[in-house]
């Protein structure tokens, strides 16, 4: 398939089957230059579904200056433009299209933290306003040289991966992904009617409830590709044990072999064997100490783990938990200006549990 034939394909799945953008919609792309092409195609597809689109670019190296310039007034700022967006607009894309996702691993964690603390209420309104519906959302990747090599491709290995897992190398991608949410959604009802939920494996033991929560199915539209169920638990009721096997990132610094202790819904103790100063940051920040999220991956097309956990969490045969802010339509009720997947694999051994009755072994589900 032709370069601008895949573009078109991805600009036409975003814009009518992720979006649905239709006339007269306020639409934020944010990008680097690198994903120009795509950027071009969505643009081009927004117009003509009757959108008022709108880009904004990041240069090559533009954040790790403002981290090692910025004061902290400035590292405390929110540009009141994003904030007009996250309040007004009627959908957004985030095209991850990184230069280097080396570039902020060396900056001092307090100014990471300090950024982080001062987004709060962007994110606030932004996870009430996706809640509702008021702001539709999709967060998804062009393919580069810096991606590729983070996980060991050449770059024409990385746009296979991940054309693929976006459905893009199919005749018809939507009706695809519509056959995953279909499946999905069987795994949704049943959830929706249980209480209890507990993931086991050699390195999990946790429990939580979801009395009066809501199970999601995950299948393209706020994350391209997608492929999962989540839910948030109950605050006060996760219990347990879990340690993360796959590496964590934040603000882009990798932090490796996660392991949290859990009473009553709070982390009460944590390690990491690197990146701890940092976690130990992640975890003054506010709200971070309670889940706002617990998920099962169902996506059996991403076989490789890349860094990416756009990608990685949703690799059939895992789970992820996220410390942090809640989405409000799973009922959940958590704020933080942090939403952290961390992820753990399920495929050897590992068992779900919905009200003492095994449902899931060995990375699948079990159910009828």
């Known amino acids: 398939m032709a370069v601008n034939d895949v573009y078109k394909k991805y600009a036409r799945v975003l814009v009518k089957y992720s979006l649905k953008l239709g006339k007269g919609d306020k639409f934020l792309i ?59 607009y009627n ?39 996706a809640a509702a519906g008021a702001l539709r959302w999709n967060l998804c990747v062009f393919p580069t040289d810096s991606a590729a090599q983070e996980c060991g491709m050449s770059l024409s290995e990385y746009k296979d991966f991940v054309y693929s897992a976006c459905f893009l190398n199919h005749k018809n991608p939507v009706a695809k992904w519509r056959q995953l949410h279909d499946k999905q959604q069987k795994v949704v009802n049943y959830l929706n009617k249980r209480k209890k939920i507990e993931f086991k494996s050699n390195d999990v033991d946790i429990t939580f409830s979801t009395v009066e929560r809501k199970w999601i ?56 064997k690197k990146g701890a100063k940092l976690l130990d940051k992640v975890f003054e920040i506010p709200g971070t100490r309670r889940f706002g999220e617990a998920a099962v991956g169902m996506n059996y097309g991403i076989k490789k783990f890349t860094k990416n956990t756009l990608f990685d969490e949703k690799i059939g045969g895992t789970i992820h938990m996220a410390v942090g802010a809640a989405y409000p339509e799973t009922g959940g009720k958590n704020k933080s200006s942090v939403h952290w997947d961390l992820i753990a694999d399920m ?15 060995k990375g699948k589900f079990i159910i009828g």
Request: proline share 4%; hydrophobic share 35%; charged share 25%.
């Open 217 to 272: 199915n995950s299948s393209g539209k706020n994350n391209m590709p997608s492929g999962e169920v989540f839910t948030t638990p109950v605050e006060n009721s996760v219990n347990g044990k879990i340690r993360f096997s796959y590496p964590g990132f934040f603000m882009g610094q990798e932090i490796e072999d996660i392991t949290l202790e859990v009473k009553d819904g709070k982390v009460v103790k944590w390690s990491a």
């Open 30 to 88: 944010r990008s680097s230059y690198l994903a120009e092409e795509l950027i071009k195609e969505i643009y081009r597809v927004a117009l003509e579904a009757g959108a008022h689109p709108e880009v904004r670019i990041s240069l090559n190296g533009a954040e790790k200056i403002f981290y090692d310039t910025a004061t902290n007034a400035q590292l405390g700022y929110v540009s009141p433009s994003s904030l007009h967006a996250i309040k007004n």
């Open 347 to 361: 495929s050897r051994g590992g068992q779900i549990f919905a009200d003492g009755k095994k449902i899931y072994s």
């Open 91 to 129: 959908a957004l894309v985030n095209i991850s299209a990184p230069f280097n996702l080396k570039e902020l691993q060396n900056i001092d964690p307090a100014k990471k933290q300090k950024v982080s603390i001062a987004r709060t209420k962007l994110n606030n309104i932004f996870m009430k306003r």
